[in-house]
């Protein structure tokens, strides 16, 4: 079936660092991708999505491009801030999963001052 | 709009109470959702509604979990008999769509802790 795996956490880094957080899928079609984010004591909020091959999604400063070669869609962001310590979920739904969305097991981001 | 809003924040019950959660949706999205989050099992999908109407409950863990969505701008997510396994934080989510190019909008959670 359906797959997200991202790289587990937690990343640490110091605030303007470089960010990539790693998520590759497995999928039989052609899913949307979509990274989601946690705030503690919050709900998910969306961050970005793509919809279908070499889409690059964006949002705050966050990007990622839908690799299909590869199956993955890596999460950047140039510069990090404090602000930007949260949990980060790769996500994916396609047609032949009902369009239900899977959720990746969440990657753990804590930014240092 | 307030987005997805869930009620109560905090829930701490006594094993073998009855726990109800609720949670109103945003107003004309028609697809409604809830999840389970466990730091053991992630995020766990147990049932969503289209239009009011029961479309998936396979990820509904037992006959001790029941769901209801009796009109659109109301669900509720139903324990009972709760067990201290059932400790998590529950999230309702809403979209225009069951996944595909909208995403979900989620509420704050449910944190449940049955002692």
């Known amino acids: 079936g359906d797959s997200v795996t991202q790289m587990e956490g937690p990343v640490t880094l110091s605030e303007e660092a470089f960010l990539t957080i790693n998520c590759t899928y497995t999928?039989?079609?052609?899913?949307?991708l979509f990274w989601y984010v946690q705030y503690p004591g919050e709900g998910l909020q969306l961050l970005l999505k793509a919809t279908k091959a070499d889409d690059k999604g964006s949002n705050k400063g966050f990007e990622a491009t839908y690799r299909k070669e590869t199956t993955s869609f890596h999460l950047e962001k140039g510069s990090v801030q404090v602000s930007d310590s949260a949990v980060y979920f790769c996500?994916?739904?396609?047609?032949?999963?009902?369009?239900?969305?899977?959720f990746g097991a969440g990657t753990r981001l804590f930014v240092k001052a | 709009d307030a987005g997805v809003i869930q009620s109560p924040r905090h829930e701490v019950t006594e094993m073998g109470q009855e726990v109800t959660l609720r949670c109103k949706p945003i107003s004309g999205h028609d697809y409604l959702f809830w999840y389970r989050q466990t730091m053991m099992r992630g995020l766990e999908l147990l049932i969503y509604?289209?239009?009011?109407?029961?479309?998936?409950d396979s990820g509904m863990p037992e006959d001790r979990f029941s769901a209801k969505m009796p009109n659109a701008s109301f669900s509720t997510l139903k324990i009972q008999p709760s067990e201290p396994r059932d400790s998590a934080v529950y999230f309702c989510a809403s979209s225009l769509a069951v996944g595909g190019q909208f995403g979900y909008t989620f509420g704050s959670g449910t944190r449940l802790t049955v002692v």
């Open positions: 509604f289209n239009n009011n109407v029961p479309i998936d």
């Open positions: 999928a039989t079609g052609y899913p949307s």
């Open positions: 996500a994916l739904s396609e047609r032949t999963g009902g369009f239900k969305t899977i």
